[in-house]
Nanobody, 116 residues
C-alpha cells in the first residue's frame, strides 16, 4: 500500500533553515508528481510546492518563492523540501502528498515551529 513518511521537522529560530524529507513506498515513485502542503493551527491546509515526476518542473506558493526548494531523489524514493529564511508564519504541520489513480495519499506530517 502507499505510504508516505515525513521527517525533519523541528523548532527553529526565525531566519533559520530546515530540510524536510518524505520517504515514499508502495508505488512507483518515479512515475508521479509530488507535493508539499502545510497546515497552521486554525487554518486550512495550503499547497507549498510541487515537483514533476522527473523533477524537471517545480512550482511554489508565492509566500515561499525564493526561500523554499522542492527536490526529489527517485533512486531513494524521497522528496525533499529545503526551507531557508524561515518566518514565524511558517509554523505548521508539513505534509507530502501523491495523487495516484485519482486518490490522494498523505503522510502523517512533520511539525515545524519557527520561534525565538
Amino acid at each position: 500500500q502507499v505510504q508516505l513518511v515525513e521527517s525533519g521537522g523541528d523548532l527553529v529560530q526565525p531566519g533559520g533553515s530546515l530540510r524536510l524529507s518524505c520517504a515514499a513506498s508502495g508505488f512507483t515513485f518515479s512515475n508521479y508528481a509530488m507535493s508539499w502542503y502545510r497546515q497552521a493551527p486554525g487554518k486550512e491546509r495550503e499547497l507549498v510546492a510541487t515537483i514533476t515526476s522527473a523533477g524537471g518542473t517545480t512550482n511554489y506558493a508565492d509566500s515561499v518563492k525564493g526561500r523554499f526548494t522542492i527536490s526529489r531523489d527517485n533512486a531513494k524514493n524521497t522528496v525533499y523540501l529545503q526551507m531557508n529564511s524561515l518566518k514565524p508564519e511558517g509554523t505548521a504541520a508539513y505534509y507530502c502528498k501523491v495523487v495516484r489513480w485519482g486518490r490522494h495519499y498523505w503522510g502523517q506530517g512533520t511539525q515545524v515551529t519557527v520561534s525565538s
